[in-house]
């Protein structure tokens, strides 16, 4: 397969990066940009259309897991066009070979192995402000280092530890100079040994992980650290877990018939996601309660925004318990409607983006706990209804 073209990617928020499509591997995508550089993402940050156009070209150039692949730890992204994952395999441009993604088990721990040695080197000028002779002296340039949420969050200047991507942490970057070299930290007292740098350098390239069994935080390059990045798809645990036959011919018939647009999202399992993109417009809840009967346990991926649904529809749409992820930007949909999604306890995402949901809906979100990103611009909920879900949902990505 020729090499995916340059294209301006747009991801869910809105923000264009023009780049090129090198490589997917499960729920991650690599790209690459003009200058060269290759970033490695979630493909749930696109855009919806870009996310079909991503697994589409996987699936033209093939690249979908196949069941007999076992997942193999820490493996560079699949690059288009090799048929078989081969890890040596050079990325188009061998000066960047692609960042490994970090998806196998981490081995090292966060509060055992690291937080230890920044409290021992650290922490003296890297912590919360303190009170000394009647002034507050603040932490160094803004870094604190006293937990994995402070060390994440970075510097006055940004990040400082970039998941699964050692060489482009300034923190390691800076404890790994020479020791006469003025910028190392710490800048007094003795370097940090070998085993020590090491340690860290692993536990980022392992993808920076809370704790060896938290999921690898693989947050969007020049996102606010602040936020937790979108985390593994469960996808592949409902493939394990939920028994679903494969989608049967009449139940694609009927989903066409009613204007819907059908994507298998993977060889491996039964899952498709489903849209309407160019004649959303006509879209109402009859369409949906047609096809929702045939599909509704293979359906993990429902656009359904721009549509004519209502609040009604919703409760065919909370039948189908597979559903991780679930768009209703730019509809009519209330806090009635999300009554009705209540049971949905696979669902991950939710765009809520310009619909009539105010705070009594967000009470319904806070019983969904699986939730991991909410997008709640342009509705009618306020700041105050969002920290209570904030309060209820500590993990939980909630954009407003
Ligand atoms: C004696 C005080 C002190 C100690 C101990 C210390 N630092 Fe620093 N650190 C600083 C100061 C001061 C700066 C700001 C330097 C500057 O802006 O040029 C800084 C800056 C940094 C930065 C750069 C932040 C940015 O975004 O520019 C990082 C990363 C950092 N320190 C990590 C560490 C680590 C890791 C350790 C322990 C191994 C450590 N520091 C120990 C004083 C210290």
């Not at 970090?102 to 000028?125: M, Q, R, Y």
């Not at 399992?269 to 160019?278: T, W």
């Amino acid at each position: 397969m020729a090499v995916e073209p340059f294209r301006d990617f747009r991801s869910a928020q809105g923000q264009v990066l023009n780049a090129r499509l090198i490589g997917v591997k499960g729920d991650q995508i690599a790209i690459q940009t003009r200058d060269g550089k290759t970033h490695v993402l979630s493909v749930f940050i696109l855009s919806l259309p870009d996310q079909i156009y991503v697994r589409q070209a996987a699936q033209r150039g093939d690249l979908m897991p196949k069941p007999t692949t076992p997942a193999r730890p820490n493996t560079p992204v699949t690059p288009p066009g090799s048929n078989t994952p081969n890890p040596t395999t050079p990325a188009p441009n061998p000066a960047q070979p692609l960042a490994p993604v970090a998806t196998g088990p981490a081995t090292i721990d966060f509060t055992k192995h690291v937080l230890p040695i920044f409290k021992a080197s650290c922490t003296e000028c890297h912590k919360a402000p303190y009170e000394k002779n009647n002034r507050t002296i603040k932490p160094k340039a803004g870094l604190r280092l006293d937990s994995f949420e402070a060390t994440m969050k970075g510097s006055t200047d940004g990040q400082v530890v970039k998941p699964g991507k050692p060489d482009d942490s300034i923190l390691l970057e800076l404890v790994a100079l020479e020791p006469d070299d003025s910028d190392i930290m710490p800048p007094k007292g003795d370097p940090l040994t070998a085993e020590q740098i090491e340690t860290i350098r692993k536990w980022i390239a392992e993808g920076a992980r809370s704790s060896v069994t938290a999921a690898a935080p693989t947050g969007p390059v020049g996102q606010n650290p602040n936020e937790a990045g979108p985390k593994i798809s469960p996808l592949d645990t409902l493939a394990a877990t939920a028994k679903v036959r494969p989608l049967s011919p009449d139940a694609i018939a009927i989903a066409s018939k009613n204007g819907a647009q059908v994507i298998p999202l993977a060889e491996k399992h039964p899952f498709v996601r489903m849209e309407f993109v160019s004649i959303a417009g006509s879209i109402s809840d009859s369409e949906i309660g047609r096809i929702i009967p045939t599909i509704r346990f293979n359906l993990t991926q429902l656009d359904l925004s721009k549509t004519q649904v209502t609040n009604k529809g919703m409760l065919n749409v909370g039948k189908c318990r597979n559903l991780t992820h679930l768009n209703l930007r730019d509809t009519q949909i209330g806090d009635e409607g999300l009554a009705g999604l209540r049971n949905l306890e696979n669902l991950w995402y939710l765009n809520l983006l310009n619909t009539k949901v105010t705070n009594r809906g967000l009470s319904t979100l806070a019983e969904i706990k699986s939730l991991q990103e909410v997008y709640l611009w342009q509705s009618d909920v306020t700041a105050s209804g969002v920290q209570e879900l904030r309060a209820a949902l500590p993990n939980t990505k909630i954009l407003f």
